[in-house]
């Protein structure tokens, strides 16, 4: 039998381009498939086989041993009849497709790679075993259902309704799938288990930041077990949940910032006055960090235009040659350190200020991903310290100087904010309209910065 399936392969590549030949053989019922093609499964009374007419000649390997159909190769598009499928393997890039219902006891499908399995069931015990970035598409219905998802796979059964869904996931996986009376999440790592209704009883065992969530209407009565270690609570009650909604734009302020600081003389130009050209900054390295953690917003007749305020902490850097030390005089003073037997390698200003904003911003979209913004308004600032740091290296010894004092620094300060950005991305721009120093005692410089927001609150 086997000679007689080979020599019909052989005469089938031989064929015209437009007629497929088919091929009978030996009985399976699993199928292991390990090429960059694409399978088709139907299920009928008979086993056969058939290769595209345009596949390469040698390009593709089939044997049948002990009831499983192999196929290995590439480069052709397979397809395949039998009455009865127990497992379907997929290693590599391949894809399967089936082109009807497959009914049955039970149908475990695996895939190792970057597979992909589309198919129609009907049976009353699955299993999905997927390692990698395999996909899993299924629509029917099953009695129970066994998903194990190990690396960054997704099973995506949300047309397949369920009884009972035992769901393991470790790594990055996905499982959504429609179960009605049971189901046990394992969750390791970031995974996540969606359900479409909520069943009568739901399992959660999550250890990382993995989840198990609801998309639709939710059942009106449920109960969860919660397992922490050896530790179990038991949840029940009536709950309703809502369909998930799209993040609303709303102003940005809150959440952690990151940009550079410099100043600007009282001719709008970045030249230091004279007589204190030493204050020249190292601009790469004169960082603002900002740490704003309050917020209120109040939309303005729901014309998408917000005004905004709160609160944050602010932290001004500003970055000498390494042999300049700012001195604690009045007014301030400059010095530079000409010693032979010292060796800098830092010399900084930090200035810290809570901080308020009184803005208006507006937007293009409700929706915070499709929403261009843009902002301006007024920033205010109150001192609330206020240090030098020094770092030098003398004679193989390393020291380090900080002095906590003033530095004539203006104690309030006030200034204008403009930003813009898309969805969550933030660009900002400060100019303070007061003096760093205090009247008459300092330079007269006006602190401006620039930056972004990195994480949004």
């Known amino acids: 039998m086997k000679k007689v399936f080979l020599l019909s392969i052989s005469l089938l590549f031989e064929l015209s381009a437009i007629t497929q030949e088919a091929a009978a053989m030996a009985p399976f019922t699993k199928i292991k498939l390990n090429a960059i093609s694409t399978l088709y499964i139907k299920e009928a009374s008979i086993h056969e086989v058939r290769v595209s ?88 219905q099953s009695d129970e259902a066994n998903i194990n998802i190990s690396g960054s ?101 809150s959440g952690l910032e990151l940009g550079l600081n410099g100043y600007m003389n009282r001719d709008a130009g970045f030249d230091i006055p004279d007589g204190f050209s030493e204050l020249e900054l190292k601009q790469s390295k004169s960082v603002f960090v900002a740490l704003n953690l309050l917020q209120k917003d109040f939309e303005i007749a729901k014309s998408n235009i917000w005004f905004t305020t709160g609160l944050g902490l602010a932290w001004n850097n500003y970055r000498f040659d390494n042999e300049v030390i700012l001195m604690p005089t009045e007014p301030i003073s400059v010095m530079r350190d000409v010693s032979t037997t010292r060796s800098y390698s830092k010399s900084k200003l930090t200035c810290s200020y809570l901080t308020a904003p009184l803005m208006l911003q507006a937007f293009t979209s409700r929706e915070q991903k499709k929403a261009f913004h843009i902002g301006a308004g007024a920033i205010l600032g109150l001192k609330i310290g206020s240090h030098t740091k020094v770092k030098y290296e003398e004679n193989g010894n390393e020291f380090k100087s900080k002095v906590r004092d003033d530095f004539n620094l203006s104690t309030f300060r006030y200034g204008f904010r403009v930003n813009v950005g898309y969805g969550k991305f933030n660009l900002f721009a400060d100019y303070y309209a007061s003096t760093l120093f205090s009247e008459n005692k300092g330079p007269t410089l006006y602190p401006v910065t620039a930056g972004i927001t990195l994480v949004g609150f």
């Open 53 to 140: 007419p345009d596949a390469k000649k040698d390009a593709l390997q089939l044997d049948v041993k002990s009831g499983t159909l192999y196929l290995s190769g590439a480069g052709a598009d397979v397809y395949v009849s039998l009455p009865v499928l127990e497992e379907i393997s997929v290693g590599g890039k391949a894809s399967v497709k089936g082109e009807n219902v497959i009914n049955g006891n039970s149908l475990r499908i695996a895939i190792g790679g970057d597979g992909k399995v589309d198919m129609d069931v009907n049976v009353k015990n699955l299993t999905a075993d997927i390692s990698g970035l395999g996909k899993v598409l299924l629509r029917g």
């Open 153 to 253: 796979g997704k099973v995506d059964a949300m047309g397949m309704r369920v009884s009972k869904c035992n769901a393991n996931i470790s790594g990055l996986g996905k499982c959504m799938i429609d179960v009605r009376d049971e189901l046990n999440s394992n969750i390791s790592g970031s995974g996540v288990v969606t359900y479409k209704e909520r069943p009568a009883i739901l399992n959660e065992n999550i250890s990382g930041v993995g989840s198990t969530k609801q998309v639709g209407a939710a059942a009106e009565k449920d109960t969860t077990h919660l397992n922490f270690g050896s530790t179990e609570v038991l949840i029940i009650g009536d709950k309703k949940s809502k369909e998930k909604k799209e993040e609303k734009a709303k102003p940005i302020w």
